[in-house]
């Protein structure tokens, strides 16, 4: 076998290793990391080209890339925790390793950096706040009464609750927002539900020819079963959209462990009033605001206290 063929076997065996690179998103955790020495980037704008050129030639050669988000703070008290010296490039690819194992990444699929990291920062506001908000359920404990693991019975109704919506919707695509107030900040939760007969696999969970994003559906479930597990104030809208039909959007409160309909001057005022100032904002032109569906037996009858 000559140099070449052994070249060129190893060139092609790189095509089959998954890379990944933690990227630091903002000013912030950027200046952070310019305390190490072996961090030899002196601006921050300059270093996301030089991350986006490097992406855009892995993805050229056939590489897969997975962008993982780098917490400064993370990373020293993972150099604290095994030992590493932070001031070393390996401790970074060790704890980039680790981020990627469990944190929040997205492979990258050639989308602009301006793009892909707002997407980033999203994911990882969610993963934080399904892992915040499951951490409260746990700590709900048993009903003092029946003795049922409280947090558990509130997921496994906000999961039936969620079949529910999504079973008397409308045709079309569905986005749902669902805010729960709890202290010390309101935790939100979306969901999207796309009408679709394909069939496509992948990381996607489908019902009849209703298609959601596994992760999303964890999430929206867990942040509405705290909201009825610990009956904090919140509710729950869902905007359907289908071609031909004027948008729909429709609400319910929380209200003990189950959900009240909003009216749809209630539905109406949430949306065309400014959260910041309180002032009056123009309707949606082509936008019903309306009564949700009946959900029936689902519904009221509150179960556990904590």
Same mark, same amino acid.
């Given at each position: 076998?000559?140099?070449?063929?052994?070249?060129?076997?190893?060139?092609?065996?790189? #095509?089959?290793?998954?890379?990944?690179?933690?990227? /630091?998103? +903002? =000013?912030?955790?950027?200046? $952070?990391?310019?305390? *190490?020495? @072996?961090?030899t980037f002196d601006d921050h704008t300059t270093y996301l080209e030089q991350?986006?050129?490097?992406?855009?030639?892995?993805?050229?050669?056939?590489?897969?890339?997975?962008?993982?988000?780098?917490?400064?703070?993370?990373?020293?008290?993972?150099?604290?925790?095994?030992?590493?010296?932070?001031?070393?490039p390996a401790s970074r690819a060790r704890f980039t390793a680790e981020i990627?194992?469990?944190?929040?990444?997205?492979?990258?699929?050639? #989308?602009?950096?301006?793009?892909?990291?707002?997407? /980033?920062? +999203? =994911?990882?506001?969610?993963? $934080?706040?399904?892992? *915040?908000? @499951?951490?409260?359920?746990?700590?709900?404990?048993?009903?003092?009464?029946?003795?049922?693991?409280?947090?558990?019975?509130?997921?496994?109704?906000?999961?039936?609750?969620?079949?529910?919506?999504?079973?008397?919707?409308?045709?079309?695509?569905?986005?749902?927002?669902?805010?729960?107030?709890?202290?010390?900040?309101?935790?939100?939760?979306?969901?999207?539900?796309?009408?679709?007969?394909?069939?496509?696999?992948?990381?996607?969970l489908r019902t009849d020819i209703t298609r959601l994003d596994e992760a999303?559906?964890? =999430?929206?479930?867990?942040?509405?079963?705290?909201?009825?597990?610990?009956?904090?104030?919140?509710?729950?809208?869902?905007?359907?959209?289908?071609?031909?039909?004027?948008?729909?959007?429709?609400?319910?409160?929380?209200?003990?462990?189950?959900?009240?309909?909003?009216?749809?001057?209630?539905?109406?005022?949430?949306?065309?009033?400014?959260?910041?100032?309180?002032?009056?904002?123009?309707?949606?032109?082509?936008?019903?605001?309306?009564?949700?569906?009946?959900?029936?037996?689902?519904?009221?009858?509150?179960?556990?206290?904590?």
């Amino acid at each position: 076998m000559t140099h070449t063929d052994r070249r060129t076997m190893r060139r092609l065996l790189r #095509r089959e290793i998954a890379g990944t690179i933690g990227l /630091l998103t +903002d =000013e912030h955790d950027f200046r $952070a990391m310019r305390r *190490y020495r @072996s961090f030899t980037f002196d601006d921050h704008t300059t270093y996301l080209e030089q991350v986006e050129a490097l992406l855009r030639v892995r993805a050229a050669q056939g590489g897969h890339t997975t962008v993982a988000l780098f917490d400064p703070e993370e990373y020293a008290e993972f150099c604290a925790r095994t030992g590493l010296d932070p001031d070393a490039p390996a401790s970074r690819a060790r704890f980039t390793a680790e981020i990627a194992t469990a944190g929040p990444t997205l492979p990258y699929d050639g #989308r602009p950096l301006t793009e892909l990291v707002p997407a /980033l920062v +999203d =994911e990882a506001v969610r993963q $934080a706040t399904w892992e *915040y908000a @499951s951490t409260l359920l746990a700590r709900l404990g048993p009903c003092a009464s029946c003795g049922e693991d409280i947090g558990r019975a509130a997921f496994t109704r906000a999961a039936g609750l969620l079949a529910r919506i999504l079973d008397t919707a409308p045709p079309g695509n569905r986005h749902l927002v669902c805010s729960v107030t709890t202290a010390p900040e309101t935790l939100l939760a979306v969901l999207h539900a796309d009408d679709t007969g394909d069939d496509t696999g992948g990381d996607a969970l489908r019902t009849d020819i209703t298609r959601l994003d596994e992760a999303e559906a964890l =999430e929206f479930t867990t942040v509405l079963a705290l909201g009825l597990a610990t009956r904090s104030p919140g509710g729950l809208v869902m905007r359907t959209t289908a071609p031909g039909t004027p948008d729909r959007i429709y609400g319910w409160r929380l209200r003990g462990d189950g959900l009240e309909p909003l009216t749809a001057g209630e539905v109406f005022d949430a949306y065309c009033t400014d959260i910041e100032s309180g002032g009056l904002l123009a309707p949606e032109s082509g936008v019903d605001y309306g009564t949700p569906p009946d959900l029936g037996e689902e519904g009221l009858t509150p179960r556990h206290r904590p």
